[in-house]
C-alpha cells in the first residue's frame, strides 16, 4: 500500500537536522513520495534543494514554489521572475502555495487578490497545476478562478476545511480536494465527516500539512506535538471510515490521483 503526501512543510524550522529521519519514517509507513510546499521565494528554494539533496533517486521528492497569502506583502518586481526559474526545474510540480487568508488577513487583501492573480498567470504560461490555499475567502477565489479555470491544467484546494457549500462550489469547477488530519479533529473537523463522501475519486488528495496539523486520534500521540509524514496513514484511516472504504482502495485511488495531478513517477 503505496501513500503520496501531497503538502509537507519539510523547510519548517522544527524539522532542522532531522529531515532525514522524517523521511525514513515516512517511507516505513507508506508513505511513498512526498511534495514539500513551498510559501516564500526562499522557502520555495530550499524546498527544492531538499528535494535534491535527500533524493538521489529522483523518484521521491518534489515541490511546489510560490508565495502565500498571509505573505503577499513580500511580492515585488523580482518575484514573478525568481518564481518563473524555479518552476522552470524538474522537481518542481505545481505552482503555489497561493491564494487567499481573509481569517487573518496578515497581508492586504488587494494585494492577496493581486499576487494570486500573479500566480495565476505563470501556472498558465507553464502549463502547470496549482496549489491553493483559501480560508474564509470562497466566493473571493471562485471569482478569481473564473478568469483563469478554462486554461489551468489542474489545480487542488489544499488542506480543504470549509462547508458543502464551498465543496461543491470547488467541485463544479474541477478542481481536487486535499484533505490533512484536520478530519480527525473533534473539535472543529467533524463536519468533513458526510463532506468527504461527496468527493469523486480522482479529485480526492491526501495530506500531511505537517508540521501542523497532527491527527488527534492518533494513538499514541508524539510527546513533541509535531506532526510528520508518516502520520498520514491516520488521515487515511479516517477518511476511509467516512467513505465506507478499505484502507487498500482509498490508498490506491486518492495515490493514482496525485500522481497524475503532479506528473510523478512510479516509484521502484
Known amino acids: ?18 529531515h532525514q529521519a522524517v523521511l525514513d519514517r515516512a517511507y516505513a509507513a507508506g508513505v511513498q513520495q512526498l511534495v514539500l510546499t513551498g510559501t516564500s521565494v526562499e522557502g520555495s528554494e530550499q524546498a527544492l534543494e531538499l528535494c535534491v539533496k535527500l533524493d538521489n533517486s529522483g523518484q521521491r521528492l518534489f515541490s511546489t514554489a510560490g508565495l502565500h497569502p498571509h505573505s503577499a506583502s513580500d511580492w515585488n518586481g523580482e518575484s514573478a521572475r525568481q518564481l518563473r526559474g524555479l518552476l522552470n526545474e524538474s522537481r518542481v510540480r505545481a505552482v503555489g502555495e497561493c491564494g487567499l487568508d481573509f481569517n487573518r488577513d496578515f497581508s492586504p487583501r488587494p494585494q492577496q487578490e493581486k499576487v494570486l492573480e500573479e500566480h495565476l498567470a505563470l501556472a498558465v504560461e ?3 497545476p496549482v496549489f491553493l490555499h483559501e480560508r474564509d475567502a470562497n466566493q473571493r477565489l471562485l471569482e478569481i478562478l473564473n478568469d483563469y479555470r478554462d486554461h489551468l491544467t489542474a489545480a487542488v484546494v489544499h488542506c480543504f476545511t470549509g462547508e458543502q457549500q464551498a465543496l461543491f462550489s470547488y467541485l463544479d469547477l474541477d478542481l481536487h480536494i486535499g484533505i490533512t488530519g484536520w478530519i480527525c479533529d473533534e473539535r472543529r473537523g467533524t463536519h468533513l465527516h458526510p463532506l468527504v463522501r461527496e468527493i469523486p475519486r480522482g479529485r480526492l488528495m491526501l495530506e500531511s500539512d505537517a508540521p501542523y496539523l497532527l ?10 506535538g509535531r506532526n510528520e509524514p508518516a502520520y498520514l496513514p491516520e488521515v487515511l484511516r479516517e477518511v476511509a ?17 496525485a500522481r497524475a495531478f503532479f506528473g510523478l513517477p512510479q516509484v521502484d
Do not use: W, Y
Open 126 to 128: 507553464l502549463k502547470l
Open 1 to 18: 500500500m503505496q501513500l503520496i503526501d501531497i503538502g509537507v512543510n519539510l523547510t519548517n524550522p522544527s524539522f532542522d537536522e532531522r
Open 215 to 224: 491527527p488527534r486520534t492518533l494513538r499514541p500521540k508524539p510527546k513533541n
Open 241 to 257: 471510515l467516512h467513505r465506507n472504504e478499505t484502507l487498500q482502495d482509498l490508498a490506491a485511488h486518492s495515490t493514482a490521483c
